[in-house]
């Protein structure tokens, strides 16, 4: 059965500093891995998506890197702002044949001025 | 487009009462998730339809829940009776075509928060 955990639960950090949030899958026979933000009280927006096949995906300030044999995914933040602030989850699809993404638990980052 | 719209955002209920969630999804596409997010289970997708039919029911927890998609641009999620232990947020969510094939990105709705007391 594929689990997807996401360490840490949460995060604090200062305005400017880089970071990098942690994804792993125990299962490496994955369809694509995507990075979604979740504000609170809202729903989710999704950040990145990498195809299996793909090796990192970029979207400005955003960087999420796919090992799929070693079962991990990391999504590098440059520059954070407190706008970043939010709960970010990841979110494995395993094959072409179904829609289910299975989701972690995800990481709350919040960004201090 | 105003994107996935749900209703209500919020609903108080008693032990025992019917709850029926609505989700309207972004026009055009064709595939409409139901994610039920808990603290201790995450999210978890509790059912899914392609062109109106359902294709995977297997998170759906037991018989007190059912779902339906009558047309293409209305779906509901219905719990009867409800229990405590059903209060959640429960998010629907809809993708075009070509999610399957190309892995297209889904678009969530702002999600329905329900308590049942």
């Known amino acids: 059965k594929q689990e997807v955990t996401q360490i840490p639960a949460a995060l604090s950090v200062p305005e400017g500093e880089n970071l990098v949030l942690n994804c792993s899958f125990t299962?490496?026979?994955?369809?694509?891995l995507q990075w979604f933000r979740q504000d609170p009280g809202k729903g989710l927006t999704s950040l990145l998506l990498?195809?299996?096949?793909?090796r990192e995906q970029t979207s400005g300030r955003l960087n999420a890197s796919l090992d799929k044999s070693s079962g991990r995914s990391t999504l590098y933040i440059a520059a954070s702002q407190p706008g970043d602030s939010a709960t970010y989850l990841c979110?494995?699809?395993?094959?072409?044949?179904?829609?289910?993404?299975?989701f972690g638990q995800g990481t709350t980052l919040q960004v201090k001025p | 487009d105003a994107g996935v719209i749900q209703s209500p955002r919020h609903e108080v209920t008693e032990m025992g009462q019917e709850v029926t969630l609505r989700c309207k999804p972004i026009?055009?596409?064709?595939?409409l998730f139901w994610y039920r997010q808990t603290m201790m289970r995450g999210l978890e997708l509790l059912i899914y339809?392609?062109?109106?039919?359902?294709?995977?029911d297997s998170g759906m927890p037991e018989d007190r829940f059912s779902a339906k998609m009558p047309n293409a641009s209305f779906s509901t999620l219905k719990i009867q009776p409800s229990e405590p232990r059903d209060s959640a947020v429960y998010f629907c969510?809809?993708?075009?075509?070509?999610?399957?094939?190309?892995?297209?990105?889904?678009?969530f709705g702002e999600g329905s928060w329900l308590t049942v007391v």
């Open positions: 969510a809809s993708s075009p075509t070509g999610f399957r094939i190309s892995g297209n990105t889904i678009y």
């Open positions: 299962d490496s026979a994955i369809y694509n």
């Open positions: 990498i195809q299996s096949s793909q």
């Open positions: 979110a494995v699809r395993l094959s072409s044949n179904t829609g289910k993404l299975i």
């Open positions: 026009s055009g596409h064709d595939y």
């Open positions: 339809f392609n062109n109106n039919v359902p294709i995977d």
